[in-house]
């Protein structure tokens, strides 16, 4: 690491000799319990460091702390502890939880409440957080390590903070122990030979829950300080839920005259409302702070299986969300290494990084990708101290931050940077002028030309199609535009060889004026036939040189030439093995040609705006091989989609953007990217081309093996993506990012990211059902679930828990739940309840789908409005809403207002008690019909403070969305309702589960399988 000491380094073992320039340092101050620093016999010792050298007031690190947060875990990557029955080695306190965030810690580990279900209080005296006396929470942990790290410093010149002497990666896995079950009631004391429970739980009984035959009520106690006291292995795990938290469930038929949910308080699930929606949008393993953050690269499992045969006992996926581009408040630091050139691994080509080591006194550079020497560039030469840290690390950014950009120079370049190119193709049949799309697009369009990135570089083509091809001529020396018409769509070429292409800033006039021209010209045709893969071809031929991207707006089907599509919504097909091909495009032509296009750097985003079914499986391969937005409007009316189609044009035409890019992901010794998922053509086995890349769109890795062990105890993802910017620039941007490799399934599911793992299998779904049926996937998915908790369930001996209770480690709390509501999304809800276009649409938009926005659309958000208090809205603009609800028919009130927010629309909720002079005050409509209220466009606010807040209420939900959220209003017993019962997850819906089923259904599987 970035001249850090060398128990950073990959492949650092214990008693190694210190690097080059070390000195060994005196012993640590004893740690808590009277432990000395090297912790128990046959633990992992820690090296005895020494303090950095001083450097002068500037430059003066503060001293590694011994112990504490930092301090490493006995067992991490070496060999397993003594077996059950023996002392477990202890291990060094955790800090108490955050201010705020009561006993449930986002690490999910030590927390001594449950998430479900109230557990009983603690008896007065009982220990704080830590198993540490009453105000131990107050206390410094041992040591005197600081409870939290500096932030990290963004910019150059930041004082850069210490690394914590021997931790590697940020996390803290504990001794082969998997994290507490996070739902239910307590469990009697441990069972014989077991080690008592941790400090942090609560010891005392809970009704309905008796010790086993033959061993006395348990005591309310607590837990020895310390940590984790758990021993590695399956039997190991055992001493750490001695008492347990669980779910009451029913695994079989009820008793006569009971409810099926005896039991069970619905109430108390876990589920991602209140503080929780907000909080599982970021990992609940903390991670190395010299890492990139999880806006860019969010692992599923925040940890890796050292050996292929561990890999096969943990059934999750071992993958990374990436989003390369991803918005963030503090821009990432770009770096010019100037004359030196960009600083790479000769051998493996990994980008210089925090985690490097210098050695020689700062003359060469280990990668910690593969290990390999490298000479240090004499422009890039500074001298190291005597822990190898280099002398201006401060004003080198790329040694302290997970994310930079570098400025590439030529060798980085084939060609002269791109200038950003758009063509516009408008769909001018009759059913696109007859919908209003026409004039809608030419309307959006024209507002975007003064945004369009690239200034003064920027180019624009304009073509329209039906049965035919048109070109327009609009150059700057013309007193009018010229319309070029190709009368063949099936053989379509150049009608002149130059000057479809012109600079928008030279020939501004001309294009208002060929837009204002389509709008006219086309209004009283009859052709209703379309030519789409013409206009593409077409489209083609002109950018083949310079490429770019073409916007292009399509109403009627494409009934012409190569890719002319036929009906294919077969009803006879559902539920039968033929159901696979309604989701699939059968022409081989799409993917063909999108590949073509993605050669010469050709983007295509569609606007598909079809009266009917129009083959959006097809279509959308055109967008999923260049990089490329698909956007469906299912009936598109301009009245009721205008403003959004206007909107999501606007976002996509101004928002950053990356040209002609490519991106490959590398991962450290023995391990290797298997497969990749996205929007996307694959060149060279590993390389992404991607024409365009913009901070919307993210991309998956699956992380395989390419031996059978891990070598090391921290290996390494970075993530390389070279682009042109818009304003010409050719720029890599970087992300590095460390992972802890472990030795037991235990620290896995202490490390599991449930919202990660969920958006990767929404992902891998969205690909099996291209293949499959859908009822196959959806056993695919359920199988998972069912095969880890009962992994989890069997790291328990049987005798701790009885067979009526759910067994949920605290980091896959959420996990059911997502499994549930992914099975009620378009994207595997039975076909009698979806179109296929709509299953279609919903395939392509999960693939690309930045994490949050998965998450939000699978549980969406309801906030109640009928209580305006509850929303503020501040000086500068944010607002604050109500706290989120759980999704369910039970907490909906006629007497109520409500706003559900799913990420690609929005409803308004309003039950029969609520007077109709609410929708007086705040949309202005006096007894709407309820085809008033669909067609509403809510956007302004009325000047009265209930229409203000309502309004401000849906903008704050709009905000930053790639998509804008139509908004539907709609009282209770309108027919519109039944928009928004599906959007209710956690209730029975036709033939799906209701969450209480659901999680009997998983139950009784883990159970029986």
Same mark, same amino acid.
């Given at each position: ?7 950073? $380094? ?13 000195q060994p340092?005196?012993p ?21 460091g ?10 003066m ?13 006995p ?20 800090? *108490? ?9 986002l690490?999910g ?14 008896? =007065?005296?009982a ?27 963004q910019?150059a ?7 914590p002497?021997? +931790? ?10 998997a994290?507490?079950p ?5 469990r009697?004391p441990?069972?014989?030979g ?9 010891q ?17 106690f ?8 758990? +021993?590695?292995g ?6 750490i839920?001695g ?12 008793a ?31 991670r ?7 806006k ?6 925040n940890? @890796? ?5 561990? #890999? &096969? ?9 990436? $989003? ?20 790479r691994?000769?051998?493996?080509r990994?980008?210089?990084n ?23 560039p004499?422009?890039?030469?500074c001298?190291? %101290?005597?822990n190898g ?9 790329e ?10 120079p030529e ?7 791109? *200038? ?19 004039a ?12 369009? =990135? ?16 048109h070109?327009?001529n609009?150059?700057? %020396? ?33 294009i ?23 206009? @593409? ?16 707006? $399509? ?5 012409s030439?190569?890719g ?5 919504e ?15 495009? /059968? %022409? ?19 606007f598909?705006?079809?009266?009917k079914?129009t ?27 205008g ?15 990356g ?12 391990? &290797? ?14 390389l ?6 913009d901070?919307?769109k ?7 093996? /390419? ?7 921290t290996?390494?993802?970075q993530c ?6 818009s ?13 802890p ?20 299998l ?11 049926t859908? &009822? ?26 009885p067979?009526? #209770? ?9 996990l ?7 099975? #009620? ?57 109500? +706290? ?9 009130? %006629?007497?109520?207002?409500y ?27 006096q ?15 009325? /000047?009265?403070?209930?229409?203000q ?25 309108d ?20 969450y209480?089923n ?10 029986t399988?």
């Amino acid at each position: 690491m970035a001249g850090r000491p060398p128990q950073y $380094q990959q492949g650092y073992q214990p008693g190694r000799p210190p690097a080059p320039g070390m000195q060994p340092g005196p012993p640590g101050p004893p740690l808590g319990n009277g432990i000395p620093p090297q912790g128990p016999p046959g633990a992992f010792r820690p090296p005895q460091g020494g303090q950095p050298m001083p450097r002068g007031p500037a430059m003066m690190r503060p001293p590694m702390p011994q112990g504490g947060v930092g301090a490493p875990r006995p067992g991490m990557g070496g060999p397993l502890p003594p077996g059950p029955g023996m002392q477990p080695p202890q291990q060094f306190q955790r800090p *108490p939880p955050p201010t705020g965030m009561g006993a449930q810690g986002l690490n999910g580990g030590v927390s001594s409440a449950p998430q479900a279900v109230p557990m009983m209080g603690k008896p =007065p005296g009982a220990p704080g957080p830590g198993g540490m006396g009453p105000g131990a929470a107050s206390r410094p942990p041992p040591g005197g390590a600081p409870l939290s790290r500096p932030p990290v410093p963004q910019q150059a010149g930041a004082p850069v903070p210490p690394r914590p002497v021997g +931790q590697v990666g940020g996390f803290q896995p504990p001794t082969g122990g998997a994290p507490p079950p996070a739902m239910g009631m307590q469990r009697g004391p441990p069972g014989p030979g077991q080690a008592p429970a941790p400090q942090g739980f609560n010891q005392g009984p809970a009704p309905g829950n008796f010790a086993p035959p033959g061993q006395p009520p348990p005591p309310a106690f607590g837990g020895a300080a310390g940590g984790y006291g758990g +021993q590695a292995g399956r039997g190991g795990t055992e001493a750490i839920l001695g008492q347990f938290q669980s779910l009451t469930m029913s695994a079989g038929p009820v008793a006569p005259g009971q409810p099926a949910d005896v039991g069970v308080d619905a109430a108390s699930f876990p589920r991602p409302v209140g503080p929780d929606a907000e909080n599982m949008l970021t990992p609940q393993v903390q991670r190395d702070q010299y890492s990139a953050d999880p806006k860019f690269v969010r692992l599923a499992t925040n940890a @890796i299986p050292n050996s292929v045969e561990l #890999k &096969k006992q943990w059934c999750l996926p071992s993958a990374a969300v990436i $989003q390369p581009l991803a918005g963030m408040k503090q821009p990432v630091p770009v770096v010019n290494f100037g004359a030196a050139g960009i600083i790479r691994c000769r051998q493996c080509r990994t980008y210089v990084n925090p985690f490097v080591q210098f050695v020689d006194g700062g003359r060469r550079w280990k990668c910690n990708v593969c290990g390999a020497f490298n000479e240090v560039p004499v422009e890039y030469f500074c001298t190291t %101290d005597g822990n190898g840290i280099r002398r201006d690390i401060n004003e080198r950014p790329e040694l302290n931050c997970g994310s930079v950009e570098y400025l590439a120079p030529e060798e980085y370049m084939v060609r002269p940077p791109m *200038p950003p190119t758009y063509v516009f193709a408008f769909d001018v049949s009759y059913p696109a002028i007859a919908s209003g799309l026409l004039a809608s697009a030419i309307d959006a369009v024209k507002s975007c030309l003064d945004s369009l =990135p690239g200034a003064e570089r920027t180019q624009v083509g304009i073509l329209t199609y039906d049965s035919n091809v048109h070109f327009y001529n609009m150059r700057a %020396d013309q007193s009018s535009p010229q319309m070029l018409v190709i009368p063949d769509a099936t053989h379509p070429y150049l009608p002149q060889p130059e000057d479809l292409l012109v600079n928008l800033q030279e020939c501004r006039h001309q294009i208002d004026a060929a837009l204002d021209v389509i709008s006219k010209a086309f209004g009283k045709t009859q052709d209703v036939e379309g030519c789409l893969s013409g206009a @593409i071809q077409a489209t083609y031929l002109v950018m083949q040189h310079v490429g770019g991207k073409m916007v292009c707006f $399509q109403s009627s089907v494409p009934s012409s030439g190569e890719g002319k599509l036929r009906p294919k919504e077969d009803l006879a097909s559902y539920n039968t093995e033929r159901e696979y091909k309604l989701r699939k495009a /059968e %022409d081989p032509f799409f993917k063909r040609f999108g590949g073509e296009c993605n050669r010469i750097q050709m983007c295509i985003d569609i606007f598909c705006c079809p009266p009917k079914f129009t083959d959006v499986a097809s279509l959308s391969v055109f967008s999923s091989t260049t990089g490329g937005q698909f956007y469906f409007y299912p009936a598109f009316f301009a009245r009721k989609d205008g403003m959004k189609l206007k909107a999501e044009v606007t976002r996509n035409l101004t928002r950053e953007t990356g040209w002609e890019a490519v991106m490959r992901v590398r991962m450290g010794k023995g391990l &290797k990217c298997t497969n990749f998922h996205g929007h996307f053509m694959i060149r060279s086995n590993d390389l992404m081309a991607l024409p365009t890349v913009d901070p919307d769109k993210s991309m998956h890795v699956d992380i395989g093996y /390419e031996d059978q062990m891990v070598p090391h105890q921290t290996t390494y993802l970075q993530c390389a993506l070279l682009y042109t910017t818009s304003l010409g620039e050719r720029r890599i941007r970087v992300h590095t990012t460390a992972i802890p490799v472990v030795s037991d399934i235990g620290q896995l599911f202490k490390a599991c990211d449930s919202c990660a793992i969920g958006t990767v299998l929404a992902k891998l779904a969205a690909e099996k059902i291209r293949s499959t049926t859908i &009822k196959e996937t959806v056993h695919i998915l359920n199988k998972k679930v069912i095969d880890i908790l009962k992994e989890y369930r069997q790291l328990y001996s049987t005798h701790l828990h009885p067979h009526n #209770k759910l067994i949920l480690p605290e980091t896959m709390k959420m996990l059911p739940l997502l499994m549930l509501c992914m099975q #009620k999304s378009a994207l595997l809800k039975s076909p009698n309840e979806v179109t296929t276009d709509e299953r279609s649409n919903t395939i392509f938009q999960i693939l690309s789908m930045p994490f949050d926005n998965v998450m939000k659309f699978f549980y969406p958000r309801m906030y109640p409005l009928h209580d305006l208090n509850q929303i503020v809205v501040e000086k500068e603009g944010s607002v604050k809403l109500p +706290q989120t609800m759980p999704l369910t028919l039970n907490n909906i009130k %006629d007497s109520g207002i409500y706003l559900l927010d799913n990420g690609m629309a929005c409803y308004i909720w309003i039950g029969r008690g609520i007077s109709p002079q609410w929708l007086v005050d705040v949309f202005g409509l006096q007894n709407p019909s309820p085809q008033d209220l669909m067609n509403l466009q809510v956007g302004s606010a009325l /000047e009265n403070p209930t229409s203000q807040k309502v309004i401000a209420a849906v903008n704050s939900v709009r905000k930053d969305n790639m998509y804008y959220q139509h908004c539907y209003v709609v009282r209770q017993g309108d027919p519109a309702e039944a928009m928004i019962l599906p959007w209710l997850v956690e209730d029975k819906f036709q033939t799906s589960y209701s969450y209480t089923n659901y999680l009997g259904y998983i139950h009784k599987g883990v159970l029986t399988r």
